[in-house]
Each structure stands twice: as structure tokens, then as C-alpha cells.
């Protein structure tokens, strides 16, 4: 299959007869990058299926007013980021908790999921993340999965480059030291 | 008769067995015999040249070359087909040609691996996550990513083909939640003028009479309760409130001079003076 750059994306979408193809694209290319990244913020499948939607729903919707003053992928990557925020919030609300606790109960849920295939060590790992406040979570995703450049990252959380590294030294040494003490 | 014994060690055709022992090195058998036809030929090509001087300038050397390595991958190339030549069904198998990267896979080849680099570089303080499988723990439904871009196409689809009526449209306007959140601040600010309005007492100085003080003494009545008698009495128009005063007795001595001929005058009387 023939592989298209974001700027052939954005080509297809501006030409009305093509925008259909456009859309198939754009799923087509990010739809993995951004489910792995929702996934690791809400943990459940389901939950991530939603916001995967909502994202690629929004992305659509506002890809007519995208300035192209960032790359494609970022921009994206900030959406999936900010609806996956906001739907940890809402179900926080809606069970009248705090996201804490409901941080809490994703990384219970994540033993008996059928879902996760990880081994002790994984879960080990993933609930230790799951007990790193929001955006040294975001942060330590985004750079120990997905590798991402910190200069990318900044432009996805809008944050220095400087802050970002501190923020994954944190993250790094409070993982490991629960890792090790649990 | 091995070559060694006749010291034919180049194994040179044509050697010369005639001096066996004193010189080793053989000859083709009609060497002498051409020599001269040779030298007669180069003179002859020699001569044409000088005929034609700038061909004859020009040096004759090899100026073709082929690419580096050419026979001995050439050679390796045969040796593979000879390999394959036991395998018949592989041999019917067309190899792929692959294109040529280009520079810029190159040139993004280099910062993926010092990207790579840096992040293990990173990792190597915390020896727990540097040594810990980074394989991705989360799994999906089977076919999910296949079906996935189906659904969110029904899904931004079938929100542009619903019909939209005017009606849904205002009502969409009015009832959205800028529109509702507007209502809310307006109804608000309104509600608050009105009632503001309505305690607001009434200047007290435009008001005259005693009449108009008691009305507003029971609609101010807050701001009258904290009033004395003496600021009451300042708040009143002496002048105006001797006229109606006046007004009001003489309106009253007229009804009782009328009331005096009704009760006191007979009919009759009444109709003979007429």
C-alpha cells in the first residue's frame, strides 16, 4: 500500500472530491499511534474505542481550521491527549470520585483484564504508572513506549523541553523505586 | 609425464623439450615463424595513422572501466547460479529488485539510531526499566484496527446526512449551551434591575403632600421607620399644604350650605320663586 505523507493528506482533504480518501488515510495512518497512546492514559479497551471515536471525530471536524502551524501528527497527538484527560475527568465525575481514585480502580481493573497479556513485571510496571501524577504519567508514556523526541513532546503538552526532561527523570526514579520496593 | 619433471612449472603449452635442462620456458611453436608478419602489420597500422595526425596523438589506452568489483561479483553470481542449478523449483522463483534507498532514509536512518541511543543512554540510570522488556502489555480485539475506520466513517457520516430542519436549527441556536448560559446571565441581570427597582426608595423631596407622604410612608416603609418626627415634618411643604388645606375648607363649607337649602326649603316654594 502505498504510503502518504501528511502533506498528501491534507492535499486529498482541501480538494472536495477527494476528501472522502482523505479520511481513509488519515484513520488508516494514525489510528494505531493514537490508540496506544489513549490506551496507556484510560487502560480499558472500551474506553479507549470511545475516545479513539471522539478523536478521530474532532480531528475530522477541525481539520478545515488546522493552520498547519504544527505538524499533523502533533496535532493529533494533542487531541487524543486532551479527550482522554477529559473522559478520565467525566468518569471520575460521573462516579462522583476523585481521578485519583479512579487511577486507582483502572490499575485493579488491569489484573482482571482480559485485555492485558503482561506478565508480573508488566503489571508491576503499569500500575507503578499508574500511581504517577497526570503529566509525569503522560510524560513517561510518551517517551519509554513511544519514544518520542522531546522537542516533539513539547509541542504535543506545551511544555518546555527542559521541564519534560525533569518531569521523565522523576518519573523514571519513582517507577523504579516501586518497582524494586513492591 | 608430469610438467614438474620438465620444469614446465607455468604449465605453458608448446614447451620446448629440445633443451631440456637449460632453459625452462617453453614457446607456441610457429612464434619465430609469425614474428615478422606481426611487426609488418604494426608498421603497416602505424603508417595509415600519420596520415590522419590528431587520430595518431591520441593514446590508445583503455578508456572503459567497469564497476568496482564487476568479475569477482560476476564470478559470485555465477557460482550462485551454479548452486541453484540443484534446485529447480527455487531457480523458477523470480528474485525481487529492490529499489535504491533513497538519501533521505539515509539521513533519518542516522537520527533514529542516535535517538535510539540517546533514550537507552537515559534508561541506563534506572537499571530496573533498562533491563525490563519494553514490549507493549495491551492487546486488542482480533480485526479491531480493520473495522476501526469503517465505524468512525459511520459515525462522521451519518451525523452529515441527517436532515436538518429550520425548525431544529433555532431551536439548536436557542437551545445550546452559549444560548442557555446567555438566558441564564440575562435573566439574571434582569431580575436583579427589577427588584433593585422596586426597593429602591422614592426621593423623598419630590414629594408635597401629606397624602403623598403616606403613600410612600407604606411603600418606604423601611426608610420611613428610621426617620424622626422633626425630618418628617422638614419634608413638608408648608406653603403647598396650607392651599390644599384652604381648598379642602371651603370645598366642605359649600357642601354644608347645600345640604342646610335641601333640608330647609320646601318644593314648592322652590318651583313658585322659579
Same mark, same amino acid.
Given at each position: 500500500?502505498?504510503?502518504?505523507? &501528511?502533506?498528501?493528506?491534507?492535499?486529498?482533504?482541501? &480538494?472536495?472530491?477527494?476528501?472522502?480518501?482523505?479520511?481513509?488515510?488519515?484513520?488508516?495512518?494514525?489510528?494505531?499511534?493514537?490508540?496506544?497512546?489513549?490506551?496507556?492514559?484510560?487502560?480499558?479497551?472500551?474506553?479507549?474505542?470511545?475516545?479513539?471515536?471522539? +478523536?478521530?471525530?474532532?480531528?475530522?471536524?477541525?481539520?478545515?481550521?488546522?493552520?498547519?502551524?504544527?505538524?499533523? =501528527?502533533?496535532?493529533? =497527538?494533542?487531541?487524543? +491527549?486532551? *479527550?482522554?484527560?477529559?473522559?478520565?475527568?467525566? $468518569?471520575?465525575?460521573?462516579?462522583? +470520585?476523585?481521578?485519583?481514585?479512579?487511577?486507582?480502580?483502572?490499575?485493579?481493573?488491569?489484573?482482571? &483484564?482480559?485485555?492485558?497479556?503482561?506478565?508480573?513485571?508488566?503489571?508491576?510496571?503499569?500500575?507503578?504508572?499508574?500511581?504517577?501524577?497526570? $503529566?509525569?504519567?503522560?510524560?513517561?508514556?510518551?517517551?519509554?513506549?513511544? *519514544?518520542?523526541? =522531546?522537542?516533539?513532546?513539547?509541542?504535543?503538552? *506545551? +511544555?518546555?523541553?527542559?521541564?519534560?526532561?525533569?518531569?521523565?527523570?522523576?518519573?523514571? $526514579? $519513582?517507577? *523504579?523505586?516501586?518497582?524494586?520496593?513492591? | 609425464?608430469? %610438467?614438474?619433471?620438465?620444469?614446465?612449472?607455468?604449465?605453458? @603449452?608448446?614447451?620446448?623439450?629440445?633443451?631440456?635442462?637449460?632453459?625452462?620456458?617453453?614457446?607456441?611453436?610457429?612464434?619465430?615463424?609469425?614474428?615478422?608478419?606481426?611487426?609488418?602489420?604494426?608498421?603497416?597500422?602505424?603508417?595509415?595513422?600519420?596520415?590522419?595526425?590528431?587520430?595518431?596523438?591520441?593514446?590508445?589506452? @583503455?578508456? !572503459?572501466?567497469?564497476?568496482?568489483?564487476?568479475?569477482?561479483?560476476?564470478?559470485?553470481?555465477?557460482?550462485?547460479?551454479?548452486?541453484?542449478? !540443484?534446485?529447480?523449483?527455487?531457480?523458477?522463483?523470480? /528474485?525481487?529488485?529492490?529499489?535504491?534507498?533513497? #538519501?533521505?532514509?539515509?539521513?533519518?536512518?542516522?537520527?533514529?539510531?542516535? %535517538?535510539?541511543?540517546?533514550?537507552?543512554?537515559?534508561?541506563?540510570?534506572?537499571?530496573?526499566?533498562?533491563?525490563?522488556?519494553?514490549?507493549?502489555?495491551?492487546?486488542?480485539?482480533?480485526?479491531?484496527?480493520?473495522? !476501526?475506520?469503517?465505524?468512525?466513517?459511520? /459515525?462522521?457520516?451519518?451525523?452529515?446526512?441527517?436532515?436538518?430542519?429550520?425548525?431544529?436549527?433555532?431551536?439548536?441556536?436557542?437551545?445550546?449551551? /452559549?444560548?442557555?448560559?446567555?438566558?441564564?446571565?440575562?435573566?439574571?441581570?434582569?431580575?436583579? #434591575?427589577?427588584?433593585?427597582?422596586?426597593?429602591?426608595?422614592? @426621593?423623598?423631596?419630590?414629594?408635597?403632600?401629606?397624602?403623598?407622604?403616606?403613600?410612600?410612608?407604606?411603600?418606604?416603609?423601611?426608610?420611613?421607620?428610621?426617620?424622626?418626627?422633626?425630618?418628617?415634618?422638614?419634608?413638608?411643604?408648608?406653603?403647598?399644604?396650607?392651599?390644599?388645606?384652604?381648598?379642602?375648607?371651603?370645598?366642605?363649607?359649600?357642601?354644608? %350650605?347645600?345640604?342646610?337649602?335641601?333640608?330647609?326649603?320646601?318644593?314648592?316654594?322652590?318651583?313658585?320663586?322659579?
Amino acid at each position: 500500500m502505498q504510503h502518504y505523507s &501528511d502533506e498528501d493528506i491534507l492535499a486529498l482533504y482541501r &480538494d472536495e472530491g477527494s476528501r472522502n480518501m482523505a479520511l481513509h488515510h488519515l484513520i488508516k495512518k494514525y489510528q494505531q499511534k493514537l490508540y496506544w497512546h489513549i490506551r496507556k492514559i484510560v487502560i480499558s479497551h472500551d474506553d479507549t474505542d470511545d475516545v479513539l471515536q471522539n +478523536t478521530f471525530i474532532k480531528v475530522w471536524k477541525g481539520l478545515i481550521n488546522f493552520k498547519e502551524e504544527s505538524q499533523l =501528527y502533533t496535532w493529533m =497527538y494533542r487531541i487524543a +491527549t486532551n *479527550e482522554s484527560l477529559t473522559f478520565l475527568k467525566q $468518569k471520575a465525575r460521573a462516579n462522583t +470520585t476523585s481521578i485519583h481514585s479512579i487511577e486507582y480502580q483502572l490499575s485493579k481493573s488491569l489484573e482482571s &483484564d482480559s485485555f492485558f497479556s503482561g506478565d508480573e513485571i508488566q503489571l508491576k510496571l503499569q500500575n507503578a504508572i499508574l500511581t504517577l501524577p497526570e $503529566k509525569q504519567r503522560l510524560v513517561f508514556n510518551m517517551r519509554y513506549y513511544d *519514544e518520542m523526541p =522531546y522537542e516533539q513532546m513539547s509541542e504535543v503538552l *506545551e +511544555t518546555s523541553v527542559g521541564a519534560l526532561k525533569a518531569s521523565y527523570h522523576i518519573a523514571a $526514579k $519513582k517507577i *523504579e523505586e516501586l518497582i524494586i520496593n513492591h | 609425464m608430469s %610438467h614438474n619433471e620438465d620444469h614446465n612449472f607455468n604449465n605453458e @603449452p608448446n614447451f620446448s623439450f629440445e633443451n631440456k635442462g637449460k632453459i625452462p620456458f617453453g614457446l607456441p611453436s610457429d612464434y619465430f615463424a609469425s614474428f615478422e608478419e606481426k611487426i609488418k602489420l604494426k608498421l603497416e597500422l602505424e603508417n595509415e595513422l600519420t596520415e590522419f595526425p590528431l587520430l595518431n596523438s591520441i593514446s590508445k589506452g @583503455p578508456v !572503459f572501466k567497469v564497476p568496482l568489483n564487476y568479475f569477482t561479483e560476476n564470478y559470485t553470481a555465477m557460482e550462485c547460479q551454479a548452486e541453484l542449478a !540443484f534446485y529447480k523449483k527455487l531457480q523458477t522463483i523470480k /528474485k525481487p529488485v529492490f529499489n535504491e534507498l533513497e #538519501i533521505e532514509y539515509a539521513h533519518s536512518l542516522n537520527q533514529s539510531i542516535n %535517538h535510539k541511543i540517546e533514550l537507552a543512554n537515559e534508561l541506563k540510570d534506572y537499571q530496573t526499566l533498562y533491563h525490563l522488556d519494553k514490549t507493549n502489555p495491551f492487546v486488542v480485539t482480533e480485526d479491531y484496527f480493520e473495522t !476501526f475506520g469503517m465505524r468512525v466513517k459511520d /459515525k462522521i457520516y451519518s451525523s452529515h446526512d441527517k436532515s436538518v430542519s429550520v425548525f431544529d436549527i433555532i431551536a439548536e441556536f436557542i437551545f445550546n449551551k /452559549k444560548m442557555a448560559f446567555a438566558f441564564t446571565v440575562i435573566a439574571i441581570i434582569g431580575l436583579s #434591575i427589577y427588584l433593585y427597582q422596586s426597593t429602591k426608595p422614592i @426621593p423623598i423631596s419630590h414629594c408635597e403632600t401629606l397624602a403623598c407622604l403616606e403613600k410612600l410612608e407604606i411603600i418606604n416603609h423601611s426608610s420611613f421607620s428610621n426617620l424622626d418626627d422633626d425630618q418628617l415634618i422638614e419634608m413638608v411643604n408648608i406653603k403647598t399644604l396650607n392651599k390644599q388645606l384652604q381648598s379642602t375648607i371651603s370645598q366642605s363649607d359649600s357642601t354644608e %350650605h347645600e345640604q342646610y337649602i335641601l333640608d330647609n326649603v320646601n318644593t314648592d316654594q322652590l318651583l313658585e320663586e322659579l
